[in-house]
């Protein structure tokens, strides 16, 4: 491969802060993006050049990418707390990132005469709600399970996300991939909140709880990240999961076994969905997805293919750098 020239919009978040890392690792040219003008020096300690603008301002955009000159861009804009979202109030400006910022990133990287682009979208493009036993694949409907009113905000923001970047494609000016990751977890601030919360037994399993997520450790989400820059197929969608769907209550009992904390405590779903809806309808969503794609085009391999593997590379993580 080349070496490549690539702008990461959302270079400090969850997945752009390792991906910068990987990327400059492998020999490659990082423009890393942050709205925080006090993430510059984190980026430019890392070696990446490292610019400040607003994703929302289309005028802004235009500017940074044109003076990058990428080959290459990933779309890692969210803004999601550092301890995870908990409301779905939490999700509302990763929504309008993923609509209105993805508008100006697309516009601005097609202005800048960028090659391709890569997308984070996230698996509940398929929808909240039951999905039945058989994993999901790429080819399946993003429509056909309707989601709760208060949750489609959050769905169809993925969802357009998803379409302007296959759009875009299709007009022929960019090469574009979305990848739709399944749940986050490994050296993130979202997991390292979970872990202190089960060591003091603060974080419940839910009784009456039956959904099944697909999850994915942030590094293998950086690699696929980096195999869809390199030799993904423009115009295809890929899901970036592991190889093992669990429950909710299944990964929060691994991560607790994984660090030697009690059993978590557990609290009826009825209760959770008065206290925390958002929560509620996540845990009870029963969503299994397929990597067997990704795996095949991508000739990406997974280091971490299971939740049960990962958390415990995070627990050993999580007690060298207490």
């Keep these: 491969m080349d070496r490549m020239r690539v702008f990461v919009a959302g270079a400090t978040g969850a997945l752009g802060l390792p991906l910068v890392r990987a ?32 994703a929302l301002d289309a005028s802004q955009m235009e500017s940074a990418l044109r003076a990058a000159r990428p080959t290459h861009v990933v779309h890692a804009l969210t803004a ?73 905000p959050t769905v169809d923001a ?19 991939i979305p990848l739709r ?45 980096i195999a869809a820059l390199e030799r993904g197929v423009p115009g295809q969608v890929y899901n970036v999961v592991d190889d093992e769907p669990v429950s909710f209550n299944e990964f929060l009992q691994r991560a607790a076994e994984s660090i030697w904390a009690p059993p978590p405590r557990s609290v009826p779903i009825g ?8 929560i509620a309808e996540s845990v009870s969503t029963r969503l299994p997805v397929s990597n067997a794609k990704a795996k095949r085009e991508l000739g990406w391999t997974l280091q971490f293919p299971t939740t049960r593997v990962g958390l415990r590379a995070v627990a050993e993580h999580d007690i060298a750098t207490r």
């Design 181 to 225: 990751y399944g749940f986050f977890y490994g050296p993130t601030g979202a997991t390292e909140h979970m872990l202190r919360m089960l060591r003091g037994r603060m974080m419940p399993t839910v009784r009456g709880s039956r959904g099944i997520w697909s999850y994915i450790h942030i590094h293998d989400a950086v690699g696929a990240t």
């Design 80 to 152: 999601i707390p550092a301890k995870g979202p908990v409301r779905i109030s939490d999700l509302r400006a990763t929504d309008v990132l993923r609509t209105t910022g993805t508008r100006n990133l697309v516009d601005a990287s097609l202005a800048a005469g960028a090659r391709r682009i890569v997308g984070e979208s996230m698996v509940f493009a398929y929808g909240f709600g039951d999905h039945g036993a058989t994993p999901k694949v790429e080819t399946d409907s993003v429509s056909a399970e309707q989601p709760r009113r208060w949750l489609r």
């Design 158 to 176: 993925v969802r357009s996300l998803e379409r302007q970047m296959l759009d875009a494609n299709a007009k022929g000016g960019i090469e574009a």
């Design 271 to 278: 209760v959770l969905r008065l206290l925390a809806p958002y």
């Design 23 to 54: 990327l400059l690792a492998r020999g490659h040219q990082v423009v890393g993006m942050t709205r925080s003008a006090g993430k510059r020096e984190t980026l430019a300690r890392l070696g990446a050049e490292a610019v400040v603008a607003d």
